[in-house]
């Protein structure tokens, strides 16, 4: 009778076990991954904005001065 409950919880801990690693990437996963995606999009965007003004400003300033 002990037998059977330590194969039978021996069992269990593989059936867990086999189901946590074989988990797929869940719907959840893929939203934060799409969500990551446009955020770095977004702050890439405003970057290369903030840097083209800062050229601009940096260039009308220079032609003032050499002015």
Known sequence: MKNVFKFGFLGLAIA???AACNST???ADNTVDSLEAVIEE???ATTDSIDSIGEETIDSLDSLVNN
């Open 25 to 27: 990437k869940s719907e």
């Open 16 to 18: 867990v076990g086999t």
């Open 42 to 44: 977004k702050v890439e």
